[in-house]
């Protein structure tokens, strides 16, 4: 057996005291110990608690019925708590209840469902006390391995010779140099052993699904809740490019988000289809928020067909196919079935884009929030659109990088024949996939199955409502302290929430944990809120999602209402970064950071602290050299003689001068004019037919390539587009960041799409020649 698997003695302390039960107990774990377990001992409930917190690689547990229940618990024994606590953790957790005169019939019936088994430690001999726990302890270690992993595990302990690609032969190669050979003892022999080829036929194939990969996507498919799953190794994108190539053909028309991926895009250009945007609201702080529900309405999207300058040449008139991302980048998740019914008359493929959504299913506070949630019984009749979801796994699942899956919940009005898509998946797809990816797709699949993806799901959540509330209770002290500036970072979020139970008004930072952690109504944007800033929304169509948490600074709200003072959102970003925290999206005024399953109190009080210390900074006007000590080596003459404070001012001043936020929405929300379908002006760029262009030229120009800024990270030009006249929106917004980012160095937005002249720092734009088109 693995000597990291543990078997936990919860028992009272009396049974490691003196007596005959207590030499016995010692004796048990003597023996549980020489067969090559590890013992960790719990006194309490609590203290068994905190061990399975604490403790993932439990094997078997021996829990006391009359473990004591802790301070301040209620009178009685513990073991009851204890067993409770295992189940939602762990499922089929071998569990022994350690019994003293009580009989089984003496306990509630729920209690022979928990165990495996009971132990009376005087009338039975250690060893064979022993022995029943590690049996069973080694079955559940065996039966814990998810199909692939465990094929994998037997043909690495096999120790066969590798006579197949790759070359460097289970990491031999790599140990006939000394580049090699550092890069051997960096990974180490077991990666590298587990870097097989497909010409391994008992480990199956990953494109005609068979063996133990094909046994891991039909497992992924029952715990994700999808008819077919596929395991897809170039992450969400590929997933992307892989259903809009499969969903929608040449000059057919596709129904897309405009806050989608550049992926999405990609899979339009290879299948040639003519997309029609669907416009998402917007809000002061410039975060993209969900399509609106008249948006999506069946006279809306036929109304937005029929205005479209290039459907006039379509296959036919109707969508064939439609994409939108869920949950969003900020956290914004739609009511799936909502979403579906609505955009079920205007398409009969709808395409869940949900890179950062895959933990969604298993916890209740996202029920129906998620695409393999509609299907015949939430959404039943003939009206029902083929659903898929793509996700990337590896995002906020425990996965390898660039690990993704496709999951599919076919409908009769456009069936998926696994053949045929199949086919798709192979054009996107390499016949020398990396095992230990498939390996770790197959792991974050059993990770999330039973109880424990629950437990996985609700400890994130959980970390997130006390960070939020937290945040809450610090910025009231710091307005009341009367000592110091009264400002501090916000969280975007509910300043109040409804207890429905009671129809009590609570404030967001005295709501009881449990309240935020359970009750999705919580989260609901409602209609006309102010602290979300989004028009058009219907009561419950749109929930934010507690794990994605947006930080807001002082210089704006949602409303889009500007004050005098500020702190752009881009300094905050640049100063964590010298405290080593990264955080995943930084906009104007806010930034965001995930909860994922890897939280921790430690991890997010040292969020806490960096941002009391930035405002330390900040009030006390210290000098930029010292807090942002890089910028100020690299662009010296530009700010060697600034503070702080008089960046940040000076930043804010310039942003709300221009109302770059303002710009930025009007961007978004008045199209530029479709010209010529994406893959006519891929065709022009890989031949030749294009050429750059400074904005200050570009007017009337036709993009050949997509432009997407970051922040906020969502496409502002789409190939085929007109850049439109010199004063419009779209050309206004380019003009005030390549500005900015003269003026501001060092805090650059990327702008993919875009090159940067390195001469004269202007923004220049890939155009078609004039007349391509």
Request: net charge negative.
């Amino acid at each position: 057996m693995t000597d990291d698997s543990t078997i936990l003695f919860a028992v009272p302390p009396y049974l490691r005291d003196e007596g005959a039960a207590a030499e016995q107990v010692a004796r048990i774990h003597d023996a549980v110990a020489a067969a090559g377990f590890r013992v960790r001992w719990a006194a309490s409930a609590p203290d068994a608690q905190a061990v399975l917190r604490t403790e993932a690689g439990l094997a078997a547990a021996l829990v006391a019925w009359d473990l004591p229940p802790g301070r301040g618990a209620e009178p009685g024994p513990g073991g009851p708590s204890a067993l409770r606590a295992l189940g939602r953790r762990f499922d089929r957790l071998p569990v022994f209840l350690v019994m003293a005169d009580d009989e089984p019939r003496d306990l509630p019936l729920w209690v022979s469902e928990s165990v495996v088994g009971y132990v009376w430690p005087l009338e039975d001999t250690p060893s064979f006390i022993a022995g029943r726990v590690t049996t069973a302890a080694r079955a559940y270690r065996e039966a814990v391995l998810p199909p692939f992993f465990r094929a994998l595990r037997r043909f690495h302990d096999a120790h066969e010779y590798s006579w197949h690609t790759p070359a460097h032969s289970g990491g031999v190669a790599f140990l006939k140099s000394p580049a090699g050979r550092a890069f051997h003892d960096w990974f180490g022999e077991r990666l590298l052993r587990s870097d097989l080829s497909i010409s391994v036929g008992e480990l199956g194939s990953l494109f005609e699904h068979t063996g133990p990969i094909g046994e891991a996507e039909r497992n992924a498919a029952r715990v994700f809740g999808a008819d077919l799953t596929y395991f897809v190794l170039h992450g969400d994108s590929t997933c992307n490019r892989l259903v809009g190539h499969y969903s929608v053909l040449r000059d057919e028309i596709a129904l897309v988000d405009r806050n989608c991926h550049k992926s999405v895009l990609h899979g339009l250009v290879v299948s040639g289809a003519r997309p029609v945007f669907l416009i998402p609201t917007r809000n002061g702080y410039g975060l993209a928020g969900p399509l609106p529900p008249g948006g999506v309405a069946a006279d809306a999207v036929a109304a937005r067909i029929a205005a479209h300058p290039l459907t006039a040449g379509a296959v036919s008139p109707e969508g064939q196919y439609a994409v939108f991302t869920n949950s969003t980048y900020d956290g914004l998740c739609y009511d799936a079935v909502a979403a579906a019914r609505a955009f079920s008359a205007s398409t009969p493929r709808l395409h869940f884009d949900e890179a950062w959504f895959a933990y969604a299913r298993f916890h209740p506070l996202y029920t129906g929030r998620y695409g393999m949630s509609v299907g015949p019984g939430s959404l039943p009749g003939p009206e029902r659109p083929t659903v898929f979801a793509t996700q990337s796994t590896h995002k906020l699942l425990a996965a390898l990088s660039q690990s993704a899956m496709v999951h599919v919940r076919p409908a009769p009005r456009a069936p998926v024949e696994h053949d045929r898509f199949n086919e798709t998946l192979m054009m996107h797809g390499t016949t020398s996939p990396l095992y230990p990816m498939i390996a770790s797709l197959d792991v974050a699949t059993a990770m999330m199955d039973g109880p424990q993806g629950r437990w996985l799901v609700d400890e994130a959540v959980t970390e997130a409502v006390r960070f939020r509330q937290e945040m809450v209770r610090v910025r009231r002290r710091v307005e009341s302290a009367g000592d110091r500036p009264p400002w501090f970072f916000g969280v975007w979020q509910p300043e109040t929430v409804t207890d429905p139970a009671t129809g009590t008004r609570l404030p967001f930072e005295t709501a009881p944990a449990d309240l935020l952690r359970t009750e999705p109504s919580c989260w609901h944007l409602e209609p006309g809120a102010d602290w979300h800033g989004f028009p058009g929304l219907e009561d419950g169509w749109c929930m934010l999602d507690p794990i994605k948490v947006t930080l807001t600074c002082p210089g704006t709200d949602a409303t889009g209402i500007m004050t005098a003072f500020g702190i752009p959102a881009r300094i905050l970003t640049a100063y964590l970064d010298t405290r080593n925290i990264v955080v995943e999206k930084t906009d104007s005024y806010t930034t965001l950071v995930l909860f994922s399953m890897g939280i921790t109190k430690g991890k997010w009080g040292t969020l806490l602290d960096a941002l009391m210390d930035f405002k330390a900074l900040h009030d006390g006007d210290a000098p930029l050299e010292g807090v942002l000590p890089a910028l100020v080596a690299e662009h010296g003459r530009r700010y060697a003689d600034l503070t702080l404070r008089e960046l940040c001012q000076e930043m804010h001043t310039y942003l709300r001068s221009v109302r770059l936020v303002e710009l930025l929405d009007t961007a978004f929300r008045d199209l530029p004019e479709p010209v010529a379908p994406p893959q006519t002006c891929y065709r022009h760029l890989v031949r030749g037919g294009t050429e750059r262009v400074r904005l200050t030229e570009a007017a009337g120009r036709v993009a050949a390539a997509m432009v997407t800024v970051t922040p906020p990270g969502i496409p502002v030009l789409m190939p085929g587009e007109s850049i439109g006249a010199p004063g419009g929106p779209l050309l206004r917004y380019l003009t005030a960041l390549e500005t900015f980012d003269r003026r501001f160095p060092g805090f650059r937005s990327e702008t993919h799409g875009v090159v940067i002249d390195p001469d004269t720092g202007d923004y220049l734009i890939e155009c078609l020649l004039p007349g391509a088109v």
